[in-house]
C-alpha cells in the first residue's frame, strides 16, 4: 500500500450526521435553524427538570406558536404559512432530538391540525385554526380505550344525538396530550347497530372546558416521561353538533386518511433519536479507555458502530424519499408501513447496542442513552404496532 493511500484511509466526504438532503431547500434549513436556537434558548436548559416533573409546560407551546413553530402548513386565510410538509417533518427531526416531551408539537401540528384543514367546515376552520397555529388552543385525538386498541371498530364510547346536540359516554386512555389538549378530536359510535362496524364511527370535537368531560390520571409510563399522556371520562357530555367533524359514520376513513402522514412522522422521530443515540455513542467510545486505548479501537466496537452507521443512512435515504413522494401527492401506503415497522424496530435495536457500548454507564442517568433507550420503546407500539404494519404490507402485497 502506498503511503498516500494509507495516510487517506478512514478518511472520506461522507458525514454521516450531515449527508446532502434533496428534500429540504434553503427555506427549510433555515426553518430548522431557527427552530435549533429556540430549542437551545427555551428548551435544552430546562429538560431535565421536566422528565424528573413528568410534564412539559403549557406555556412551551404558546412560545412555540408565537415563534411560527405550531402548523407551519396552515393556510394564510387562518392565520399560518401556508408551508410544505417538508418542515413538518423538520419539526418532527428536530422536537426528537431532544426528547419525547416535544412530540406534542408534532403531535398537534402534523397529526391532528390536519383533520381539521381536510374534513372540518368553514365556520370550524375560522373558529380554531388561528388558535392552533397562535398556540393558544392545543389539540389531542382519542382514539384508544381501556379494552381496545388497534382495533378501532371495537370502540365502545358513544355519542348520542339529542336534538342540537351530541351526548358523549366512554372512556379513552394512552392520550398523548390529553392534560395540556384544550380541545379533542374524540372518535365515538354514533351508530351502534350498523354492520361493519367501523362504518357507525364519527369524530367530533370536544372542548376541554365542557361539563362532564374530565381529564383523568396523568399515567407513569415507562419512557416519555415529560410528554403527558393522560386518561379522559366522558360523562353525559353534550356536545354542539356544529362540532361534528365531516360527516357522520366518516370517522374511520378519516383517521385511516391521514394514518400515512402520522407513521411518516412516527418513523421521522424514531430515526432522529437513532441517530442520536448513535451520535453519543461515537462520541463516548472515542473517549472512553480500556487496556490503555479508547474503546473505539476494538473491532467489535468498530462493528457494532458501522452497522448501526449503516442502518441509519438506509433509513434517512428510505424516509426522506418517502417524504418527497407524500408531497407529491402520492399513495405510499405500503411503503410508509415498511418505513414505520423497520425504522422504529431499528430504533429499539439500537438503543441496546448503545447502551452496552456505554458499559455500566450507560445504566446511569446521567447519560442520555438511558432515557432514550425507555422512550425509543413505545415506538413499535404506537402509531399502529409493527404487527399491524406487517398485516398491511401482506394484504397490500396480495397476500
Avoid at 387562518?78 to 426528547?99: H, K, P, S, W
Amino acid at each position: 500500500m502506498s503511503t498516500k493511500t494509507s495516510e487517506n484511509q478512514g478518511k472520506s466526504s461522507f458525514n454521516l450526521f450531515k449527508q446532502n438532503r434533496e428534500i429540504y431547500n434553503e427555506d427549510h434549513e433555515m426553518f430548522r435553524s431557527s427552530l435549533r436556537k429556540f430549542i437551545e434558548k427555551e428548551v435544552t436548559p430546562y429538560f431535565d427538570q421536566w422528565e424528573e416533573d413528568h410534564y412539559t409546560p403549557r406555556e412551551l407551546f404558546h412560545k412555540m406558536g408565537e415563534q411560527g413553530f405550531l402548523s407551519p402548513q396552515v393556510d394564510p386565510a387562518y392565520g399560518g404559512l401556508g408551508l410544505d410538509f417538508g418542515f413538518n417533518m423538520i419539526l418532527a427531526e428536530e422536537t426528537a432530538r431532544v426528547g419525547s416531551g416535544l412530540g406534542t408539537a408534532s403531535l398537534h401540528s402534523t397529526v391532528v391540525v390536519p383533520y381539521l384543514e381536510i374534513f372540518g367546515s368553514e365556520e370550524q376552520k375560522k373558529k380554531y385554526l388561528p388558535k392552533f397555529v397562535s398556540g393558544e388552543m392545543l389539540t389531542a385525538v382519542a382514539m384508544t380505550e381501556p379494552g381496545t386498541g388497534s382495533d378501532l371498530s371495537g370502540m365502545s364510547t358513544t355519542a348520542v344525538k339529542d336534538g342540537d346536540h351530541y351526548v358523549i359516554n366512554g372512556q379513552k386512555t394512552f392520550i398523548t396530550n390529553g392534560i395540556n389538549a384544550e380541545l379533542v378530536f374524540v372518535a365515538v359510535k354514533t351508530d351502534t347497530k350498523v354492520r361493519p362496524a367501523h362504518r357507525g364511527i364519527s369524530i367530533i370535537m370536544v372542548e376541554a372546558d365542557t361539563p362532564g368531560f374530565t381529564k383523568g390520571r396523568k399515567l407513569k409510563k415507562l419512557g416519555g416521561h415529560s410528554q403527558d399522556t393522560a386518561e379522559l371520562i366522558f360523562e353525559d357530555v353534550r356536545v354542539p353538533a356544529v362540532n361534528l367533524l365531516g360527516e357522520e359514520g366518516k370517522g374511520f376513513y378519516y383517521l385511516m386518511e391521514k394514518l400515512q402522514q402520522e407513521r411518516l412522522i412516527c418513523a421521522e422521530g424514531a430515526l432522529a433519536l437513532a441517530q442520536e443515540m448513535l451520535r453519543s455513542t461515537i462520541d463516548y467510545v472515542k473517549d472512553r479507555t480500556a487496556f490503555g486505548q479508547p474503546i473505539s479501537s476494538f473491532q467489535n466496537t468498530q462493528f457494532e458502530i458501522s452497522e448501526m452507521a449503516t442502518e441509519v443512512t438506509i433509513g434517512r435515504t428510505f424516509l426522506d424519499s418517502l417524504a418527497t413522494r407524500h408531497m407529491k401527492g402520492e399513495d405510499i401506503a405500503t411503503e410508509v408501513s415498511m418505513a414505520k415497522w423497520w425504522i422504529t424496530d431499528m430504533a429499539r435495536r439500537m438503543s441496546s447496542r448503545c447502551l452496552q457500548l456505554h458499559g455500566g454507564y450507560g445504566f446511569m442517568e446521567e447519560y442520555d442513552i438511558a432515557r432514550r433507550y425507555r422512550d425509543v420503546a413505545v415506538m413499535p407500539i404506537y402509531a399502529g404496532s409493527n404487527e399491524i404494519m406487517k398485516n398491511i404490507i401482506a394484504k397490500n402485497i396480495g397476500l
